[in-house]
């Protein structure tokens, strides 16, 4: 019931919409329907398979229909509205998760994705440049390539949308008096996470701290100048912030302190927009992260496009001050002109995460009165909090997948465990005949610990797959598509995974 409440402005703007639309003589919905299958040697399926399908297939073997009916806005309109639903159902495996409990002592709890579930709902709709969304939408890197790239450090696409009021402009839009060589693109979004029963089912009550009830607040603003030009350059920043909710500490079994709840009110939201400290020792309200981002484009006379690009990440003041090193992602892309080639994109990654200040932090600020001047920032622990979950939504890492996520971690510790890292990704794509798309994808990922306490051994994965998909002639608009995908290693372990999809998509003119 608490997902169909924090759904409600999502149905009053989809009902407006289809009550209040300008008359038309046609009514474009689209449709789609999926049946997808897949079968993995290991505890997950392998990780090619699960990065960046927002949260839909994570267990071992799945059977899964999925329906799909949307309308999208029309950008050559200066007023328009669009709507979308789209449901998952079927059957996955389970995985069992540690437990503790004080008078027993350790168990294991089963537990599996739910056999059915709303993937999105939402309606919006936009003026001139400017959009406003309600509902659960699925949102993917604003930045990086939605097909190639390893995943964006902020808000990927990796996991479930999260019911949320987003407002912004729709693409890029020109800043006046620049005519034309300076544009700008922003969003602000809030929202309620809806995964409480996720965590507390698969919290292992044997340590650290498990949060219910959190919210959810999203902010991006970027530059770029003239796209036309041969040459054009992207600069600006992300930021996100979980917020609210109640905290509960356990320790061997026990609760070790009183809830704790965090206020829900104007002032806190106006803090998950600007952060503001505290008094005392408090810090930010929240728990804050986000990445610097920056793309060069350079377009030749042939038609072929090169980029260049990185994401640095920051969760506090050292890290918005690039004072953790070479910390980020680090990319180049490559497109030719022509779809119909047998390689047509290509992208090579490299992420590193090791620069992270060890765990001693000492502000003098935090402590009024206090007679030493000298500070240490430490304490980093990317997508970690003392305070709030881990950055992920039903265990999914809502930033990038590279770092192996809370969902992983069978044993019931439901933090980033590993998140001081390095890894290289690298994928190509293509057309082998028409109507015959591939893709192929590899990867290496090694974790040494996290920000605050390092791992007795390194863990590590090496991972590759590739996919193919056939868009059938015979009948219009049904497809066929076939994956194998192989980890070797122990991030979270070793497995071998196929997934094959059939789908069929249409249109309807009401």
């Not at 789609?32 to 927002?54: K, M, Q, V």
């Not at 219910?212 to 041969?230: H, Q």
Request: aromatic fraction near 14%.
């Amino acid at each position: 019931m608490k997902t169909f409440k924090s759904l409600t402005p999502a149905l009053m703007v989809a009902a407006a919409m289809l009550t209040w639309g300008e008359a038309r003589a046609d009514y474009p919905l689209s449709y789609e329907a999926t049946l997808t299958g897949t079968g993995s040697t290991g505890d997950f399926t392998p990780y090619y398979i699960n990065a960046l399908r927002h949260g839909k297939v994570t267990a071992a073997n799945n059977a899964l229909i999925e329906g799909k009916l949307q309308r999208e806005m029309e950008t050559d309109r200066r007023f328009s509205y669009g709507f979308g639903a789209d449901f998952l159902a079927g059957w996955s495996s389970a995985n069992n998760y540690a437990i503790y409990n004080a008078e027993s002592g350790w168990g294991e709890r089963s537990c599996h994705p739910p056999r059915i579930w709303l993937q999105q709902l939402y309606g919006e709709v936009k003026y001139r440049g400017v959009f406003l969304t309600a509902g659960m939408k699925e949102h993917s890197s604003a930045l990086l390539s939605p097909t190639l790239s390893s995943g964006d450090l902020v808000e990927s696409g990796n996991a479930r949308p999260i019911p949320e009021v987003r407002i912004g402009f729709i693409d890029f839009q020109d800043i006046p008096l620049t005519n034309g060589w300076v544009q700008i693109q922003g969003e602000l979004g809030y929202g309620k996470m809806t995964d409480s029963d996720w965590w507390t089912d698969r919290y292992n009550y044997y340590n650290y701290h498990v949060v219910t009830g959190e919210w959810y607040n999203y902010k991006r603003c970027y530059f770029r100048t003239k796209p036309s030009e041969r040459f054009s350059v992207t600069l600006g920043m992300q930021a996100a912030a979980t917020f609210g909710g109640t905290r509960y500490v356990y320790n061997r079994g026990e609760m070790t302190r009183e809830p704790e709840k965090t206020k829900v009110n104007l002032k806190a939201f106006w803090n998950a927009l600007l952060p503001m400290r505290g008094s005392g020792e408090g810090f930010y309200e929240g728990n804050h992260l986000g990445s610097w981002d920056f793309m060069a484009r350079y377009r030749f006379v042939s038609g072929h496009e090169v980029k260049a690009y990185f994401e640095w990440p920051w969760e506090d003041g050292s890290g918005i001050g690039r004072r953790n090193g070479w910390d980020g992602l680090w990319g180049l892309e490559w497109h030719a002109p022509d779809s119909n080639l047998p390689i047509h994109g290509a992208v090579a990654e490299y992420i590193d995460m090791t620069n992270q200040s060890g765990p001693q932090h000492f502000a003098p600020g935090d402590f009024p009165g206090n007679t030493i001047g000298s500070e240490a920032t430490g304490g980093d622990d990317y997508y970690n909090n003392q305070f709030y979950n881990a950055y992920a939504n039903y265990g999914m890492s809502i930033g990038t997948p590279m770092l192996m996520a809370p969902i992983f971690n069978l044993d019931g510790y439901l933090a980033y465990v590993a998140n001081r890292m390095r890894g290289f990704h690298v994928a190509l794509e293509g057309q082998i005949l028409p109507g015959l798309d591939w893709r192929a994808m590899g990867g290496y990922r090694v974790g040494y610990g996290n920000g605050r306490v390092m791992l007795p051994e390194n863990i590590h994965s090496t991972s590759v797959a590739v996919d193919v998909k056939w868009k059938m002639a015979c009948v219009k608009g049904l497809s066929l598509t076939g994956m194998l995908a192989y980890d070797h290693g122990s991030m979270p372990g070793n497995s071998f995974g196929a997934m094959v999809s059939l789908t069929y998509s249409g249109n309807l003119n009401l």
